[in-house]
T-cell receptor, first 116, second 113 residues
Framework: EPEVTQTPSHQVTQMGQEVILRCVPISNHLYFYWYRQILGQKVEFLVSFYNNEISEKSEIFDDQFSVERPDGSNFTLKIRSTKLEDSAMYFC??????????????FGPGTRLTVL | AQSVTQLDSQVPVFEEAPVELRCNYSSSVSVYLFWYVQYPNQGLQLLLKYLSGSTLVKGINGFEAEFNKSQTSFHLRKPSVHISDTAEYFCAVRMDSSYKLIFGSGTRLLVRP
Protein backbone atom coordinates (compact mmCIF):
# COMPACT_ATOMS: atom_id res chain seq x y z
CA GLU A 1 0.00 0.00 0.00
CA PRO A 2 1.41 3.41 -0.91
CA GLU A 3 2.48 5.54 2.01
CA VAL A 4 4.02 8.88 2.87
CA THR A 5 7.57 8.58 4.15
CA GLN A 6 9.64 11.07 6.13
CA THR A 7 13.34 11.33 6.91
CA PRO A 8 14.99 11.51 9.31
CA SER A 9 12.82 10.06 12.05
CA HIS A 10 14.69 12.14 14.63
CA GLN A 11 16.82 15.24 14.09
CA VAL A 12 18.85 16.93 16.80
CA THR A 13 20.30 20.36 16.07
CA GLN A 14 21.81 23.35 17.79
CA MET A 15 19.85 26.57 18.09
CA GLY A 16 20.51 28.84 15.13
CA GLN A 17 21.31 26.01 12.75
CA GLU A 18 19.41 25.29 9.56
CA VAL A 19 17.49 22.03 9.21
CA ILE A 20 15.78 20.40 6.28
CA LEU A 21 13.04 17.87 6.89
CA ARG A 22 12.27 15.58 4.00
CA CYS A 23 9.08 13.92 2.86
CA VAL A 24 8.19 11.67 -0.02
CA PRO A 25 4.44 11.97 -0.68
CA ILE A 26 2.39 9.29 -2.40
CA SER A 27 3.37 9.34 -6.06
CA ASN A 28 0.12 10.44 -7.72
CA HIS A 29 -0.77 13.00 -5.08
CA LEU A 30 -0.84 16.68 -5.94
CA TYR A 31 -1.39 18.57 -2.68
CA PHE A 32 1.16 18.53 0.10
CA TYR A 33 1.10 19.71 3.68
CA TRP A 34 3.26 20.21 6.74
CA TYR A 35 1.87 20.08 10.26
CA ARG A 36 3.66 20.14 13.57
CA GLN A 37 2.92 19.00 17.09
CA ILE A 38 4.78 20.48 20.03
CA LEU A 39 4.98 17.94 22.84
CA GLY A 40 1.73 17.86 24.76
CA GLN A 41 -0.01 20.28 22.40
CA LYS A 42 -2.28 20.12 19.38
CA VAL A 43 -1.31 19.15 15.87
CA GLU A 44 -1.06 22.50 14.05
CA PHE A 45 -1.24 23.28 10.35
CA LEU A 46 1.83 24.99 8.91
CA VAL A 47 1.49 25.14 5.15
CA SER A 48 -0.11 23.61 2.07
CA PHE A 49 1.56 23.41 -1.32
CA TYR A 50 0.22 22.84 -4.81
CA ASN A 51 1.60 23.31 -8.29
CA ASN A 52 4.94 24.47 -6.96
CA GLU A 53 3.59 27.22 -4.80
CA ILE A 54 2.17 27.76 -1.35
CA SER A 55 -1.64 27.67 -1.40
CA GLU A 56 -2.23 28.38 2.27
CA LYS A 57 -0.10 29.01 5.34
CA SER A 58 -0.60 29.65 9.03
CA GLU A 59 0.77 32.49 11.14
CA ILE A 60 3.35 30.05 12.47
CA PHE A 61 4.88 29.75 9.00
CA ASP A 62 7.00 32.90 9.09
CA ASP A 63 10.09 33.88 7.10
CA GLN A 64 12.19 31.30 8.93
CA PHE A 65 10.27 28.53 7.17
CA SER A 66 10.25 27.56 3.52
CA VAL A 67 9.00 24.63 1.50
CA GLU A 68 10.19 23.20 -1.76
CA ARG A 69 9.56 20.38 -4.14
CA PRO A 70 13.05 20.06 -5.59
CA ASP A 71 12.23 17.10 -7.82
CA GLY A 72 9.28 14.95 -8.73
CA SER A 73 9.23 13.01 -5.50
CA ASN A 74 10.57 14.97 -2.51
CA PHE A 75 8.82 17.70 -0.53
CA THR A 76 10.98 19.54 1.98
CA LEU A 77 10.50 21.87 4.92
CA LYS A 78 13.45 24.12 5.73
CA ILE A 79 13.89 26.03 8.96
CA ARG A 80 16.64 28.60 8.41
CA SER A 81 17.65 29.42 11.97
CA THR A 82 16.13 27.05 14.48
CA LYS A 83 14.83 28.23 17.84
CA LEU A 84 14.22 26.21 20.97
CA GLU A 85 10.48 26.54 20.40
CA ASP A 86 10.78 24.81 17.02
CA SER A 87 11.26 21.52 18.87
CA ALA A 88 8.29 19.42 17.82
CA MET A 89 7.10 16.48 15.77
CA TYR A 90 6.69 17.52 12.14
CA PHE A 91 4.19 15.63 9.98
CA CYS A 92 4.01 15.65 6.23
CA UNK A 93 0.71 14.83 4.49
CA UNK A 94 -0.56 14.56 0.95
CA UNK A 95 -3.85 14.20 -0.90
CA UNK A 96 -4.60 13.13 -4.42
CA UNK A 97 -6.57 16.19 -5.38
CA UNK A 98 -7.50 19.29 -3.43
CA UNK A 99 -10.54 19.97 -5.58
CA UNK A 100 -12.37 17.15 -3.88
CA UNK A 101 -12.75 18.08 -0.25
CA UNK A 102 -13.70 14.51 0.53
CA UNK A 103 -10.21 13.26 -0.13
CA UNK A 104 -8.32 11.86 2.81
CA UNK A 105 -5.05 13.42 3.84
CA UNK A 106 -2.42 10.68 4.16
CA PHE A 107 0.13 11.36 6.87
CA GLY A 108 3.72 10.31 7.25
CA PRO A 109 5.16 8.95 10.51
CA GLY A 110 6.70 12.28 11.44
CA THR A 111 10.15 13.70 12.16
CA ARG A 112 10.94 14.58 15.73
CA LEU A 113 13.03 17.76 15.77
CA THR A 114 14.96 18.57 18.94
CA VAL A 115 16.63 21.98 19.15
CA LEU A 116 19.28 22.30 21.88
CA ALA B 1 -12.09 31.29 14.87
CA GLN B 2 -12.60 27.60 14.38
CA SER B 3 -11.46 25.24 17.12
CA VAL B 4 -11.71 21.63 18.22
CA THR B 5 -11.90 20.53 21.84
CA GLN B 6 -11.14 17.08 23.15
CA LEU B 7 -11.80 17.34 26.85
CA ASP B 8 -10.31 14.00 27.85
CA SER B 9 -6.53 13.79 27.56
CA GLN B 10 -6.54 10.13 28.58
CA VAL B 11 -9.27 7.49 28.78
CA PRO B 12 -8.45 4.23 30.55
CA VAL B 13 -10.82 1.35 29.87
CA PHE B 14 -10.86 -2.40 30.33
CA GLU B 15 -10.77 -4.72 27.36
CA GLU B 16 -14.21 -5.54 25.87
CA ALA B 17 -15.79 -2.51 27.57
CA PRO B 18 -17.47 0.23 25.52
CA VAL B 19 -15.76 3.57 25.07
CA GLU B 20 -16.69 7.09 23.98
CA LEU B 21 -14.11 9.72 23.11
CA ARG B 22 -15.56 13.20 23.09
CA CYS B 23 -15.03 15.91 20.51
CA ASN B 24 -16.65 19.34 20.27
CA TYR B 25 -15.98 21.95 17.64
CA SER B 26 -16.79 25.59 17.10
CA SER B 27 -17.37 26.99 13.67
CA SER B 28 -19.74 29.43 12.06
CA VAL B 29 -19.47 27.75 8.66
CA SER B 30 -20.00 24.28 7.28
CA VAL B 31 -17.33 21.82 8.30
CA TYR B 32 -16.21 18.34 7.50
CA LEU B 33 -15.32 16.21 10.54
CA PHE B 34 -12.67 13.54 10.92
CA TRP B 35 -11.22 11.16 13.46
CA TYR B 36 -7.61 10.07 13.09
CA VAL B 37 -5.71 7.46 15.10
CA GLN B 38 -2.00 7.39 15.79
CA TYR B 39 -0.36 4.18 16.89
CA PRO B 40 3.09 4.39 18.52
CA ASN B 41 5.81 5.49 16.10
CA GLN B 42 3.38 5.74 13.21
CA GLY B 43 1.65 8.51 11.29
CA LEU B 44 -1.96 9.61 11.57
CA GLN B 45 -4.44 7.18 10.03
CA LEU B 46 -8.00 8.11 9.10
CA LEU B 47 -10.64 6.25 11.16
CA LEU B 48 -13.75 7.86 9.75
CA LYS B 49 -15.17 11.08 8.41
CA TYR B 50 -18.45 12.97 8.28
CA LEU B 51 -19.14 14.94 5.13
CA SER B 52 -22.94 15.09 4.84
CA GLY B 53 -26.02 12.89 5.01
CA SER B 54 -26.50 10.35 7.79
CA THR B 55 -25.26 11.66 11.11
CA LEU B 56 -24.02 8.21 12.17
CA VAL B 57 -20.76 7.37 10.48
CA LYS B 58 -19.05 4.01 10.58
CA GLY B 59 -15.30 3.66 10.22
CA ILE B 60 -12.56 1.09 10.36
CA ASN B 61 -11.82 -1.24 13.27
CA GLY B 62 -15.42 -1.15 14.54
CA PHE B 63 -15.45 2.55 15.40
CA GLU B 64 -18.37 4.86 14.73
CA ALA B 65 -19.14 8.50 15.39
CA GLU B 66 -22.25 10.60 15.52
CA PHE B 67 -22.47 14.15 14.26
CA ASN B 68 -24.71 16.35 16.40
CA LYS B 69 -25.10 19.77 14.85
CA SER B 70 -27.08 21.32 17.71
CA GLN B 71 -24.42 20.29 20.22
CA THR B 72 -21.54 20.80 17.77
CA SER B 73 -20.18 17.42 18.72
CA PHE B 74 -18.68 14.46 16.92
CA HIS B 75 -18.08 11.81 19.57
CA LEU B 76 -16.28 8.59 18.72
CA ARG B 77 -17.59 5.29 20.06
CA LYS B 78 -16.76 1.62 20.05
CA PRO B 79 -19.00 -0.98 21.73
CA SER B 80 -16.15 -3.31 22.72
CA VAL B 81 -12.49 -2.32 22.71
CA HIS B 82 -9.41 -4.47 22.25
CA ILE B 83 -5.90 -4.13 23.60
CA SER B 84 -4.82 -3.22 20.08
CA ASP B 85 -7.00 -0.09 20.18
CA THR B 86 -4.54 1.51 22.58
CA ALA B 87 -3.44 4.65 20.70
CA GLU B 88 -3.82 8.41 20.45
CA TYR B 89 -7.06 9.60 18.82
CA PHE B 90 -7.41 12.99 17.17
CA CYS B 91 -10.57 14.76 16.15
CA ALA B 92 -10.22 17.26 13.30
CA VAL B 93 -12.34 19.63 11.24
CA ARG B 94 -11.93 20.99 7.77
CA MET B 95 -13.85 24.04 6.60
CA ASP B 96 -15.50 24.26 3.23
CA SER B 97 -13.20 27.08 2.19
CA SER B 98 -9.88 25.58 3.20
CA TYR B 99 -7.69 22.55 2.63
CA LYS B 100 -6.18 22.48 6.10
CA LEU B 101 -7.21 20.33 9.04
CA ILE B 102 -7.74 21.84 12.47
CA PHE B 103 -6.98 19.28 15.16
CA GLY B 104 -7.99 18.75 18.73
CA SER B 105 -5.36 18.06 21.36
CA GLY B 106 -5.88 14.30 21.20
CA THR B 107 -7.13 11.63 23.58
CA ARG B 108 -4.96 8.74 24.62
CA LEU B 109 -7.03 5.55 24.82
CA LEU B 110 -5.46 3.05 27.18
CA VAL B 111 -7.03 -0.40 27.05
CA ARG B 112 -6.22 -2.67 29.98
CA PRO B 113 -6.62 -6.45 30.12
Amino acid sequence: EPEVTQTPSHQVTQMGQEVILRCVPISNHLYFYWYRQILGQKVEFLVSFYNNEISEKSEIFDDQFSVERPDGSNFTLKIRSTKLEDSAMYFCASIESGRDFYNEQFFGPGTRLTVL
Amino acid sequence: AQSVTQLDSQVPVFEEAPVELRCNYSSSVSVYLFWYVQYPNQGLQLLLKYLSGSTLVKGINGFEAEFNKSQTSFHLRKPSVHISDTAEYFCAVRMDSSYKLIFGSGTRLLVRP
